[in-house]
């Protein structure tokens, strides 16, 4: 089954309301583990709406799996994370006024420079995967700048408001994880994924790992931490 990794973020969301020390994503990323979690996303953004500099620090020397820094492409993060080193680095597109990211990077009109960026990460031994809507050119874009990850942005298959139009988002990222799986990437998906529409894109036997955090923070609020992700990965499982 694939493995469920927990982003974070809104643990901060809800400390920098108050610009307070609580709740501590710190230890919101040790919860997360005990209960499970093969991994800790956190996208430090460029206007540090969430996640500070020192969170990241700290979940570098905290996370016993696997650490996901979530980045814009730009000089800025990628120097942040040579010194921090992740795990790995999922490049993902990032605009100021978005409350969530909003749709898949494009690659395809950024060959060199996305290749020169890759690379000088993986220099660094820090993995890369880059976060792509489900489409055929996006896909042939990650192989050739030689990223080792794609994750598959399933908003639409979330947001989706009829059954037919969910079936039919659902088939395209299935075509676009089997396309991706066979030019030797490994697969994620990842975004709007909560404990209604978890299971089938967990039943794509070569997506190897499910990125979630919102669902997970919000059901954590009323359950637990620990039990939240539980949950959630009994869904995987099941």
């Given at each position: 089954?694939?493995?469920?990794?927990v982003n974070i973020?809104?643990?901060?969301?809800?400390?920098?309301?108050?610009?307070?020390r609580?709740p501590d994503?710190?230890?919101a990323?040790?919860?997360?583990?005990?209960?499970?979690?093969?991994?800790?996303?956190?996208?430090?953004?460029?206007?540090?709406?969430?996640i500070?500099?020192r969170?990241?620090?700290?979940?570098?020397?905290?996370?016993?799996?696997?650490?996901?820094m979530?980045m814009a492409?730009?000089?800025?993060?990628?120097?942040?994370?040579?010194?921090?080193?992740?795990?790995?680095?999922?490049?993902?597109?990032?605009?100021?006024?978005?409350?969530t990211?909003?749709?898949?990077?494009?690659?395809?009109?950024?060959?060199?420079?996305?290749?020169?960026?890759?690379s000088?990460l993986?220099?660094g031994?820090?993995?890369?995967?880059?976060f792509?809507?489900?489409?055929?050119?996006?896909?042939?874009?990650?192989?050739?700048i030689g990223?080792?990850?794609?994750?598959?942005?399933?908003?639409?298959?979330?947001n989706?408001?009829?059954?037919?139009?969910?079936?039919g988002?659902?088939?395209?990222?299935?075509?676009?994880?089997?396309?991706?799986?066979s030019?030797?990437?490994?697969?994620?998906?990842?975004?709007?994924?909560?404990?209604?529409?978890?299971?089938?894109?967990a039943?794509?036997?070569?997506?190897?790992e499910?990125n979630?955090?919102h669902?997970?923070i919000?059901?954590a609020a009323?359950?637990?931490l620990?039990?939240a992700?539980r949950?959630?990965?009994?869904?995987?499982?099941n």
């Amino acid at each position: 089954m694939p493995r469920l990794s927990v982003n974070i973020d809104h643990i901060a969301t809800l400390r920098q309301a108050r610009k307070g020390r609580e709740p501590d994503p710190i230890g919101a990323s040790v919860i997360a583990e005990l209960a499970g979690a093969a991994g800790i996303i956190v996208h430090l953004r460029e206007d540090r709406r969430h996640i500070q500099d020192r969170d990241l620090r700290l979940l570098r020397n905290i996370v016993q799996t696997k650490l996901n820094m979530e980045m814009a492409a730009t000089e800025e993060m990628q120097r942040i994370a040579l010194e921090v080193k992740p795990d790995l680095s999922t490049l993902v597109p990032e605009k100021r006024v978005e409350l969530t990211t909003e749709g898949g990077l494009e690659i395809a009109a950024r060959i060199d420079f996305m290749k020169s960026y890759v690379s000088r990460l993986q220099q660094g031994d820090i993995s890369v995967s880059l976060f792509i809507d489900p489409d055929e050119k996006q896909i042939a874009a990650a192989k050739k700048i030689g990223a080792e990850w794609v994750e598959f942005h399933t908003g639409a298959y979330a947001n989706a408001k009829s059954e037919k139009d969910r079936t039919g988002e659902l088939l395209k990222i299935t075509e676009a994880a089997e396309l991706a799986a066979s030019l030797g990437l490994r697969v994620g998906a990842g975004h709007g994924l909560n404990y209604l529409n978890v299971q089938d894109i967990a039943k794509i036997s070569v997506v190897e790992e499910l990125n979630i955090g919102h669902s997970i923070i919000s059901r954590a609020a009323l359950v637990g931490l620990e039990r939240a992700v539980r949950e959630m990965i009994a869904l995987i499982g099941n």
